[in-house]
């Protein structure tokens, strides 16, 4: 099946600060989605972006499908941006629906 | 709030029980999909349906079956638990069947098995 590969793990940012979170895969996607897992477990959906490049607010999103990986940029972070992120995709030609999630990239940001 | 809801947001079991999560969809949606999360395993695709029709299947335990009712609501049915089955169970929904469908996620259900 398809590899999807987040990085970094881990991540810790004073408050204000910039960010880059890169998702790589290893096969051509028909859908391509970043969620951020709150504290408390809820999965927020925060983009749909199997190519191309989308902003909301502090966020933005940009996959460049071709060479196979998507970024998520988080500008002038804040403590409520702390959590977990994922990538999560669904490979062309496969099952649809079935998406599959990244390990992870924990995002801290200290007041 | 995505509008998808599950109940009961924590449940705590025994080994060898059986349970069931519930799930409501958002409103139209016709898709519905489970995961499961876990420590170990992360974030694992389990099954969908799309308007009471088993779609795509995936690393679903065969003590694990799910179904969509004719008012698209879905339940998944847990059996003959085991202690790695502990984990957090998601649902999603989604408008239709298509892969450019974004989906939406529950609050999930915790899952504690003794």
């Known amino acids: 099946g398809i590899q999807v590969e987040q990085s970094p793990p881990d991540l810790i940012l004073q408050e204000g600060a910039n960010s880059t979170l890169r998702c790589n895969f290893s096969?051509?996607?028909?859908?391509l989605q970043w969620f951020h897992q709150n504290p408390w477990g809820q999965l927020i959906n925060l983009f749909y972006i199997p190519s191309g490049t989308k902003q909301n607010g502090r966020l933005s999103a940009t996959t460049v499908a071709t060479e196979r990986y998507s970024l998520l940029y988080i500008s002038s972070s804040q403590t409520t941006d702390s959590g977990v992120y994922f990538c999560a995709l669904e490979a062309g030609g496969t099952s649809y629906g079935k998406l599959t999630f990244g390990q992870g990239t924990i995002l801290t940001v200290h007041p | 709030d995505s509008g998808v809801t599950q109940t009961p947001k924590h449940l705590i079991t025994a080994t060898g029980q059986r349970v069931t999560l519930r799930c409501s969809p958002r409103?139209?949606?016709?898709?519905v999909y489970w995961y499961q999360q876990s420590l170990d395993q992360g974030l694992q695709f389990l099954i969908q349906y799309y308007n009471g029709e088993e779609r795509a299947k995936g690393n679903i335990l065969e003590r694990f079956s799910a179904q969509q009712f004719p008012d698209l609501h879905s339940e998944l049915n847990l059996s003959s638990l085991e202690l790695g089955d502990s984990a957090l169970y998601f649902c999603?929904?989604?408008?239709?069947?298509?892969?450019?469908?974004?989906?939406?996620f529950g609050p999930g259900t915790r899952l504690t098995v003794l």
């Open positions: 409103s139209g949606d016709l898709s």
């Open positions: 999603a929904s989604s408008p239709d069947r298509r892969v450019t469908d974004t989906q939406y």
């Open positions: 096969d051509s996607v028909n859908n």
